[in-house]
């Protein structure tokens, strides 16, 4: 599928180009500077989800506990399923380079700073994707909103694929597809915050991704 199918149904507004990219390039230098991970994706994805805070300080869609509870089961399910996938990529040299930097990302910072942390970043990406981008082109139909699920999902993987690592685009797509089909069906962007708080907190902070084993000689 090419770029200009992606976004022929509803081009995005030159804000949100910019916010892509923007986060494309952060996702670059955080994996490319392990250390300044959580610096860089903290302050940075919080602030791509100002405008769309700003918007639900006057329409604050409150959402139910049914689908709150939805979001938090959906996040752990993401989780488990992005686990199995890297026991698998662990098998694989690229796979287990990728996790190693995974790994040197999130514990760039102690364990306790990490689980907040986490918080502004997956509620400002969040925003951003669901809300800004997603959010703001609901169809009336269920085939545009289909379609507009697949063109946002699509284009957060591709930013995630600026950090150069095989994991966060796959990580992105099942993330990007679960709480946009949250996000639609709920009318609300809270079920999603909370399945990615969820999904991001077991990924990066406990239990984390299985690792590759170190090989010791025989």
Known sequence: MTSSELLASSPPAPPLLFGAAT???LAYLSFRHPKYFWALMTVGLSASGVPAWRRLRTRPQPASIR????GLL???????ITSVGATVAARLPLGRRSLRRLREC???VPRPVAAVLVIPAAVG???FWRESVLGNRIGTTANSQLRQLRNST???AAVQAGSFQPLPPIGALLLGWGAGWIRLRSGSIWPAVAAHL???ELCLVA???PQPQAKHPG
């Open 154 to 156: 699509l284009a957060y």
């Open 74 to 80: 959906a996040g752990a399910a993401g989780y488990g």
């Open 198 to 200: 969820v999904y991001s």
């Open 125 to 127: 990406e969040e925003l």
């Open 207 to 209: 239990p984390g991704l």
């Open 67 to 70: 689908w709150l509870g939805l």
């Open 23 to 25: 986060q494309a390039g």
């Open 106 to 108: 999130s514990e760039s």
